[in-house]
């Protein structure tokens, strides 16, 4: 008699784990994202793990094709390009199966050689309706020069399902016998060489273009848009390239111009843009107010202005922003800018960066802004007094906030003061006071926290971080407080002077009966001017 004898129970266990494997395979739109996500080299690797994920990879519809990250390099990596798009078009037979991506960052060699084998792949990808085609030129000794007898713009004409062109390190030389391409919605050019006039006939090939980014490019001195359908403009320029630009584009919705540090542009006309709603300027020049308010008063539904880095170039009353739709402004390191007006009855939020600036008046949404503010203050030197008068009649115009934040960061540290009844009035809204310095050490600030209590008397947490130290305090409502502190220093003997400075600060925060009387405030002083609840200000000062 002939005994059979079960397999080991581990090896039932790996029966059951491969027919598991096997009877849920992973879908194949899954397994192309994964191989997507990883780099090329890996990608290929993972594809021969299985039959499965070979056929995924093949089957993919989305090419990036980039020499940096391949080993194969001139012919080679073009003939590696040519093997896999045949080996796609082999394993989809269906002419129906559309190409959803080709992007191509390669080396066209010395005087093109290589450019007639990019128009084949451009031609193999429009043939099956492809939707996004990004190509880009890595040579150091061919400038990629395109012109528009090429048979490239043909095949753009031709595919109708072309919705994205990108060109990257080109210089386009372009006539008034540019063929039309319908299809194009978003245009994309970096670093490429083209005139005004071809640029012009570019915009009028594309009927249809809704976005166009224009980053790096040169050969122009002014940027001309006129684009009808067009709804959000991207130009980032620098050096002496484009430093005026005009706009006509009726339907332009967010227009964002920014230039290099060292080359200041300026926004000439904004014709036609009556429905801009989000505009950007980065390091621009306003040579006079009314210039900047012409631009403004051009644009009668903007609801988000940024300007950063702008120079204003002030009137004897100062820079006006007015508008009545305005409901976001942003002015970062504006620092010629030392006067100003706000009137923006609507307006929701306000982020300020720069020096302490005179606001003479201030129109927004009372009770509804959130308020985020950074200045910059030069070095003290005896001035603490006045410093802490600015600081109070800054923050004066901000009471009716819902929420407030504020940084600050000064050169040098206030001293004690010598004299507390030369301190401004309380500003009774704040609740949540944070200050941080990565400067100084915690012992330089041990005579400050009294005087800024008194200043601010209702704040309810009181956090500092400091370069050796980090202390919270809490108070409760009869003003009795809790804290605790972290040393931030790796040596050990510090830990008594930093010890000594907390105590210093606990002692300075003790209240007499004369100020617990002076912070018993009314309901009324809590809740504001106008009746609306401040209890979740937040306010940090920041010390460099």
Not at 118 to 135: D, G, P
Not at 410 to 433: A, W
């Amino acid at each position: 008699m002939i005994h059979h004898r079960s397999p080991p129970r581990r090896w039932r266990r790996r029966r059951r784990r491969r027919r598991t494997i096997t009877d849920h395979p992973l879908p194949e739109p899954l397994i192309q994202t994964i191989l997507k996500l990883l780099p090329p080299k890996d990608a290929i690797r993972a594809s021969l793990t299985s039959k499965l994920w070979r056929s995924a990879w093949i089957a993919s519809p989305l090419f990036e094709f980039d020499e940096q990250t391949l080993p194969f390099k001139q012919a080679d990596f073009y003939d590696y390009v040519d093997r896999t798009l045949a080996l796609w078009l082999n394993h989809c037979d269906d002419h129906t199966l559309k190409m959803e991506k080709l992007s191509l960052c390669s080396d066209l060699g010395k005087d093109g050689i290589f450019f007639p084998r990019l128009i084949e792949f451009v031609s193999i990808a429009t043939n099956r309706n492809v939707k996004i085609i990004q190509l880009q030129n890595r040579s150091k000794v061919y400038s990629g020069m395109i012109s528009s007898n090429d048979s490239l713009w043909s095949l753009f004409s031709a595919c109708k399902s072309l919705d994205v062109l990108s060109m990257n390190c080109f210089e386009l030389s372009l006539g008034n016998s540019l063929p039309v391409i319908s299809s194009v919605k978003k245009l994309h050019l970096s670093c490429v060489g083209i005139d005004e006039s071809s640029l012009k006939n570019l915009l009028s090939s594309l009927p249809l273009l809704e976005e166009l980014e224009v980053v790096f490019c040169f050969r122009f001195t002014e940027l001309l848009i006129s684009c009808p359908k067009l709804k959000i403009l991207v130009a980032n320029m620098f050096g002496n390239t484009a430093k005026y630009i005009s706009i006509d584009a009726m339907n332009l919705q967010s227009f964002t111009y920014i230039r290099s540090l060292n080359s200041r542009g300026s926004v000439r006309v904004l014709k036609n843009c009556k429905f801009l709603k989000s505009m950007i300027i980065e390091n621009t020049t306003f040579h006079t107010a009314d210039e900047f308010e012409e631009c403004l008063s051009q644009i009668p539904f903007l609801e988000y202005l940024n300007l950063e880095c702008c120079h204003m170039v002030e009137e004897k009353e100062g820079v006006q922003i007015s508008h009545s739709n305005l409901k976001s402004l942003v002015v970062r390191r504006c620092f010629s800018l030392h006067k100003a007006e706000f009137n923006t009855p609507n307006l929701r939020f306000f982020e300020y960066s720069g020096a302490v600036i005179t606001l003479f008046k201030f129109g927004y949404c009372s009770g509804k802004l959130n308020a985020k503010i950074e200045l910059y203050t030069g070095y003290l030197d005896g001035t603490e007094w006045f410093w802490f008068v600015k600081l109070r009649n800054f923050v004066e115009i901000l009471t009716d906030c819902e929420v407030l934040s504020m940084a600050l960061h000064i050169e040098g540290f206030p001293e004690e003061l010598r004299n507390n009844d030369m301190l401004p009035d309380p500003f009774f809204e704040l609740r949540h006071l944070n200050i941080s310095s990565s400067r100084y050490l915690i012992s330089q600030y041990a005579n400050f926290f009294d005087p800024l209590v008194k200043i601010f008397p209702c704040v309810e947490t009181l956090k500092m971080k400091t370069r050796d130290c980090a202390i919270s305090i809490e108070f409760d409502e009869d003003r009795d407080f809790t804290y605790n502190w972290k040393s931030l220093t790796s040596a050990s003997n510090n830990d008594d002077h930093i010890k000594e400075s907390v105590e210093a600060i606990v002692n300075s925060l003790s209240y007499s009966e004369e100020q617990n009387s002076a912070n018993e405030y009314s309901e009324m002083d809590v809740r504001g001017r106008n009746g609306v609840n401040i209890s979740n200000l937040h306010f940090g000062l920041e010390f460099k």
